[in-house]
T-cell receptor
Framework: AQTVTQSQPEMSVQEAETVTLSCTYDTSESDYYLFWYKQPPSRQMILVIRQEAYKQQNATENRFSVNFQKAAKSFSLKISDSQLGDAAMYFC????????????FGQGTILTVHP | DTEVTQTPKHLVMGMTNKKSLKCEQH?????MYWYKQKAKKPPELMFV???????INESVPSRFSPECPNSSLLNLHLHALQPEDSALYLC??????????????FGPGTRLTVT
């Protein structure tokens, strides 16, 4: 069974600064996908970024980038130039090659952005 | 367009009522999902439909009854619910359950209160 651990229940950052959210996972599968989702207080879960395990290159989406360390089973999210709209609950999620639709979520990190 | 819509936004129902939640997507996705989410917790998977057939039921009580009338529409029928069933119910869809396009897109959710 897969597990996903987000060790930071809460984080805060000043506007325009950079923050990194941590995520580690445990799996015996070699084929898998990793995701970061954002859920603002208005509640809609939004896909922020995805990473395929077979790709060595770290995924980036505008101000969001990941540091994917496959051997260490680590998948952290870096948010650059933080904006007030980045304030949300962030979930790290894992989908194994044989999961057929099941996402394993971490417990989430609440990010606060201070003006 | 990555939109998943859900109706109603809010629902209050008594324990003897029968109600339905509706989810719709027009992205041509062939997998659709129901999740239950409690406050400040990750979503919990309830059901997965693939090509309009139920493929995963996560041991959900029979008072929740899913239905997939067509590839764009997913319903969740509710009957004889308990107060502990009060939660945010999220619908999601993905292009497929497996393969490289398995990222899930979520709707805004229905906030359900059982009195």
């Amino acid at each position: 069974a897969q597990t996903v651990t987000q060790s930071q229940p809460e984080m805060s950052v000043q506007e325009a600064e950079t923050v990194t959210l941590s995520c580690t996972y445990d799996t015996s599968e070699s084929d898998y996908y990793l995701f970061w989702y954002k859920q603002p207080p208005s509640r809609q879960m939004i896909l922020v970024i995805r990473q395929e395990a077979y790709k060595q290159q770290n995924a980036t989406e505008n101000r969001f980038s990941v540091n994917f360390q496959k051997a260490a089973k680590s998948f952290s999210l870096k948010i650059s130039d933080s904006q007030l709209g980045d304030a949300a609950m962030y979930f790290c999620a894992f989908a194994g090659g044989t999961s057929y639709g099941k996402l394993t979520f971490g417990q989430g990190t609440i990010l606060t952005v201070h003006p | 367009d990555t939109e998943v819509t859900q109706t109603p936004k809010h629902l209050v129902m008594g324990m003897t009522n029968k109600k339905s939640l509706k989810c719709e997507q027009h992205m041509g996705h062939r997998a659709m999902y129901w999740y239950k989410q409690k406050a400040k917790k990750p979503p919990e998977l309830m059901f997965v439909y693939s090509y309009e057939k139920l493929s995963i039921n996560e041991s959900v009580p029979s008072r929740f009854s899913p239905e997939c009338p067509n590839s764009s529409l997913l319903n969740l029928h509710l009957h004889a619910l308990q107060p502990e069933d009060s939660a945010l119910y999220l619908c999601a869809s993905s292009q497929d359950r497996s393969g490289p396009r398995r990222e899930q897109y979520f709707g805004p959710g229905t906030r359900l209160t059982v009195t």
